[in-house]
């Protein structure tokens, strides 16, 4: 019994004294990286830190850079692209690999995007495992509710447990900007906010897909603060690779139908799904026909109803519904009052198959968004409609 006892004190001995060197350790790879960026936010993280990164590389800067985004990635100092392969669900453990890697490879910067959801995760990530020289909060908006909700106010909260101690925080935020000003005083923080008008109009040509002059003001602010040229970090942002859930359009000819179609997949919260909408509607005729592809997922049944209740506000032809749960999400379009012969049950298929049972919704010229999830096929149709739009103009 006696010996029983000393083993398991042993052994508790051992992985308590264990778990302090690691963590030492892990505090001596972070010295030796002189430049961390830890991004943030509501949407447009992986943006943020894909262009960041590339404004930095253009620079001179030896920066490793690790998105989550739609497909977890790292872009080595020579952009090089590595897929983050995962044995099992995402971890912010993970993050540790990351920064030992940065750290023997020499680098001048982390970039590192934020992947903790629940609040008490997000300050850690950022107070033990990054330490943050120059905080990113991108913007405050209303999502995953379920873990940072039910207000505005509490995701603001929750966010905000990336605010580094006494270092830059960065942020395109405009309603919360006092609590974020708040929030870095409190931190002996500098607090920087930028703006889309302080992007010219001009600036924003030659991007390959649809950015965000929010977006693109963020990145510049970081870049100039690293002593990197506004012209030179512009124009090596415009040769990034964009994250797969950027926004693109891609035009085609179905059956002579001319359809517009945008890939709004990675904007799966109500209020960026109505400014997208909004947005891109400005964009395209007036005449043409409005199409919403909405994709579900099982296991996302209250995301989904949010994004029902944003459709209901909007003014469209059509709603296509794909994915999984296609007749419970009819019944929620139902109760927000979206006519019925306006819904469309799609559900999973081939993308082939999908975009055929389409075509009845199509007239003429159409445009269509498509708004949700990745998954469940999300992808896999959006990709579809890429290589058809290839393939339409050989």
């Known amino acids: 019994m006696i010996l029983s006892i000393a083993i398991i004190g042993g052994m508790t001995l051992a992985l308590i004294l264990f778990g302090v060197w690691e963590f030492q350790q892990h505090q001596r790879y972070l010295r030796t990286i002189p ?17 960041v990164g590339a404004g930095l590389r253009a620079g001179g800067y030896n920066t490793i850079t690790k998105v989550t985004g739609t497909f977890p990635r790292m872009i080595l100092s020579d952009g090089t692209e590595v897929v983050v392969h995962r044995k099992e669900k995402a971890n912010i453990l993970e993050q540790l690999k990351i920064v030992q890697f940065c750290s023997n490879h020499r680098a001048d910067v982390l970039l590192i995007e934020c992947m903790a959801l629940q609040p008490i995760y997000q300050r850690i990530t950022e107070h033990q495992m990054v330490k943050a020289t120059h905080g990113v909060i991108t913007n405050i908006r209303l999502d995953h509710l379920d873990v940072m909700g039910p207000k505005l106010q509490n995701v603001a909260e929750a966010l905000s447990g990336t605010v580094p101690q006494k270092s830059k925080l960065f942020t395109a935020e405009d309603r919360m900007l006092d609590f ?4 870095a005083a ?9 703006t889309g008008d302080q992007v010219a109009a001009e ?3 030659g991007f390959t897909y649809i950015e965000h002059p929010e977006n693109v003001a963020l990145a510049l602010a970081i870049c100039q603060d690293l ?18 859930g950027a926004l ?10 001319l359809l517009h179609f945008y890939n709004a997949l990675a904007a799966n919260d109500p209020e960026s799904s109505i400014m997208l909408w909004n947005n891109i509607l400005k964009m395209e005729a007036d005449s043409v026909r409005k199409v919403i592809v909405l994709n579900n997922r099982k296991d996302r049944k209250e995301r989904s109803e949010q994004l029902v209740q944003a459709a209901a ?12 749960n296609v007749d419970l999400v009819k019944s929620m379009a139902l109760k927000q009052r979206i006519p019925e012969e306006k819904i469309v049950l799609i559900g999973q298929d081939e993308p082939a198959h999908q975009l055929q049972n389409m075509l ?9 968004v498509a708004f949700g999830n990745m998954g469940a096929g999300g992808a896999e149709f959006a990709k579809y409609i890429e290589e058809t739009t290839k393939t339409n103009a050989l």
Do not use: Q, W, Y
């Open 186 to 194: 409190r931190r002996n923080t500098e607090l920087i906010a930028s």
């Open 180 to 183: 974020l000003e708040k929030c």
């Open 360 to 368: 009845p919704v199509l007239n003429g010229e159409s445009v269509m």
């Open 227 to 244: 002593g990197v040229d506004r012209a030179e970090a512009l124009a090596a942002m415009k040769k990034t690779m964009p994250d797969e």
């Open 35 to 51: 430049i961390r960026i830890h991004v943030n936010g509501t949407r447009g993280k992986s943006s943020v830190t894909r262009l």
């Open 248 to 257: 693109k359009k891609f035009s085609l000819t179905v059956e002579d139908h």
């Open 203 to 205: 600036e924003m040509e």
């Open 313 to 324: 506000t909007l003014e469209f032809d059509s709603l296509c519904l794909t994915g999984e």
